[in-house]
């Protein structure tokens, strides 16, 4: 498996860095980081200073599990715009404290500058790379451009074809909007056409932010309940569940075993009561935080508001944080405050309510805390589950899950 995103395990959490803070070369019209420079002071350089880098670094390991290896994934904004410099300072500190222990970096960029020397680099440093990318140029460049309105899509073309010409280890993640929901299998037969292998599918959900949220100076909605307008890139629900089953039956009948898609592997795993499932669709989350340019620690990457700040770096304990009452709160909040409609859920172990940031909706029966992807997800689990137990059964009795395209009908349940 090849994912991008938080599954930690028991003891373990996972500290996302935002090196260049929410600065992008790209100004994307569907972004919700973009507008997270209205936390920072306007003058104020987006770039992780050296004290705070080797802080991340130092008490990142420190705080990692004996026995665990230690994971760095590096996000933005756009990562790329600080160089290869700067992340080469990364390596050494990493080797400097790491004590021969088993390090990672992950690597999640737009692809727009990345060329051979960034594709050398990545590989000769095995960074895992999460690469942007949503389907043709014609779905792609709808919302993915530079402020100017130029076109992003034949930069990352050409970002894809180096990182599988230097053998980096990559995958695509494409986000799923109400455009490009309309066409599932031409999003997926484009990426297989051009060798993707590893994939993963995320859906756009945003509000346009009330007067409390605009007053701080953001345009989307923060978390919580609110009677806040859809931004109208936002996927409809039912439409996300439909996206996920076209290119489910697609790849169920020509691709098992060739491509791996991380939201059926997700399914698939809690199905099976398997670690690597993404922290959206566990039962609480809360080990999942971010660290900003200027050291500032955050409870989620999806919940980067003054309300979620922990703390800082350069003066606070990591440890501390993670395990303060506060963030203890926030991860348990994910199961504690689940309407009684997903407590009794048939799809309940495989949902578990979804992101809190989506949790807006109320039930039929008024009750708040209601997922606004739960159609979707209802339909594409009601939809896949059969064939779930199907591949599951493969695996258990050891023989290949390819054998599910040659079938017409999942097998019955034993």
Same mark, same amino acid.
């Given at each position: 498996? #090849?994912?991008?995103?938080? @599954?930690?395990?028991?003891?373990?959490?996972?500290?996302?860095?935002?090196?260049?803070?929410?600065?992008?070369?790209?100004?994307?019209?569907?972004?919700?980081?973009?507008?997270?420079?209205?936390?920072?002071?306007?003058?104020? =350089?987006?770039?992780?200073?050296?004290?705070?880098?080797?802080?991340?670094?130092?008490?990142?390991?420190? %705080? #990692?599990?004996?026995?665990?290896?230690?994971?760095?994934?590096?996000?933005?904004?756009?990562?790329?715009?600080? *160089?290869i410099p700067f992340y080469e300072h990364a390596l050494a500190l990493q080797r400097q404290y790491g004590n021969g222990r088993k390090i990672e970096n992950s690597f999640q960029t737009n692809g727009t500058l990345i060329d051979d020397d960034w594709a050398k680099f990545l590989s000769d440093?095995?960074?895992?790379?999460? /690469?942007?990318?949503?389907?043709?140029?014609?779905?792609? +460049?709808?919302?993915?451009?530079?402020?100017?309105?130029?076109?992003?899509?034949?930069?990352?073309?050409? &970002?894809?074809?180096? /990182?599988?010409?230097? *053998?980096v280890n990559y995958n695509v993640l494409a986000c799923v909007d109400a455009h490009s929901a309309q066409h599932p299998l031409t999003v997926y037969n484009f990426l297989k056409q051009h060798g993707v292998e590893f994939l993963q599918f995320t859906p756009v959900v945003e509000r346009l932010? +009330? $007067?409390?949220?605009?007053?701080?100076?953001? +345009?989307?909605?923060?978390?919580?309940?609110?009677? &806040?307008?859809?931004?109208?890139? @936002?996927?409809?629900?039912?439409?996300?569940?439909?996206?996920?089953?076209?290119?489910?039956?697609?790849?169920?009948?020509?691709?098992?075993?060739?491509?791996?898609?991380?939201?059926?592997?997700?399914?698939?795993? *809690?199905?099976?009561?398997?670690?690597?499932?993404?922290?959206?669709?566990?039962?609480?989350?809360?080990? &999942? /935080?971010?660290?900003?340019?200027?050291?500032?620690?955050?409870?989620?990457?999806?919940? @980067?508001?003054?309300?979620? $700040?922990?703390?800082?770096? #350069?003066?606070?304990?990591?440890p501390a944080m993670i395990n303060s009452t506060r963030q203890q709160a926030f991860g348990k909040a994910k199961s504690e405050t689940l309407p009684g409609q997903c407590r009794t859920c048939p799809n309940l172990q495989l949902c578990w309510g979804g992101c809190p940031k989506h949790r807006?909706? #109320?039930? $039929?029966?008024?009750?708040?805390?209601?997922?606004?992807?739960?159609?979707?997800?209802?339909?594409?689990?009601?939809?896949?589950?059969?064939?779930?137990? =199907?591949?599951? %059964?493969?695996?258990?009795?050891?023989? +290949?899950?390819?054998?599910?395209?040659?079938?017409?009908?999942?097998?019955?349940?034993?």
């Amino acid at each position: 498996m #090849t994912s991008m995103d938080p @599954t930690p395990g028991a003891g373990s959490f996972h500290l996302m860095a935002k090196p260049s803070g929410p600065a992008c070369n790209l100004d994307c019209t569907y972004c919700f980081y973009l507008e997270k420079e209205a936390l920072f002071p306007k003058r104020e =350089t987006r770039r992780m200073p050296p004290e705070v880098l080797e802080a991340y670094i130092r008490s990142t390991i420190a %705080a #990692t599990p004996a026995g665990q290896g230690v994971l760095f994934p590096w996000q933005g904004g756009e990562p790329t715009l600080l *160089g290869i410099p700067f992340y080469e300072h990364a390596l050494a500190l990493q080797r400097q404290y790491g004590n021969g222990r088993k390090i990672e970096n992950s690597f999640q960029t737009n692809g727009t500058l990345i060329d051979d020397d960034w594709a050398k680099f990545l590989s000769d440093n095995g960074f895992l790379v999460g /690469l942007s990318l949503d389907g043709p140029a014609e779905i792609h +460049d709808r919302y993915r451009r530079y402020r100017s309105g130029a076109p992003s899509h034949h930069l990352v073309m050409a &970002a894809l074809e180096r /990182l599988q010409r230097f *053998g980096v280890n990559y995958n695509v993640l494409a986000c799923v909007d109400a455009h490009s929901a309309q066409h599932p299998l031409t999003v997926y037969n484009f990426l297989k056409q051009h060798g993707v292998e590893f994939l993963q599918f995320t859906p756009v959900v945003e509000r346009l932010a +009330d $007067k409390d949220y605009a007053a701080q100076g953001f +345009d989307l909605e923060g978390p919580g309940a609110s009677a &806040a307008a859809l931004a109208s890139f @936002t996927v409809p629900p039912k439409a996300w569940g439909q996206f996920l089953n076209a290119v489910f039956d697609e790849w169920r009948r020509t691709d098992v075993g060739r491509v791996f898609i991380m939201n059926f592997e997700w399914s698939l795993a *809690g199905l099976m009561n398997k670690p690597g499932v993404v922290c959206v669709h566990q039962r609480d989350c809360g080990r &999942a /935080l971010i660290v900003e340019h200027n050291g500032d620690v955050y409870s989620c990457d999806h919940f @980067t508001y003054p309300d979620y $700040k922990l703390g800082n770096l #350069t003066a606070d304990s990591l440890p501390a944080m993670i395990n303060s009452t506060r963030q203890q709160a926030f991860g348990k909040a994910k199961s504690e405050t689940l309407p009684g409609q997903c407590r009794t859920c048939p799809n309940l172990q495989l949902c578990w309510g979804g992101c809190p940031k989506h949790r807006f909706l #109320t039930t $039929k029966t008024g009750e708040p805390g209601l997922n606004y992807l739960c159609e979707g997800y209802m339909h594409y689990l009601d939809h896949i589950t059969p064939w779930l137990q =199907t591949l599951a %059964a493969l695996l258990r009795a050891g023989r +290949d899950p390819g054998l599910v395209m040659r079938m017409t009908q999942p097998l019955r349940p034993a």
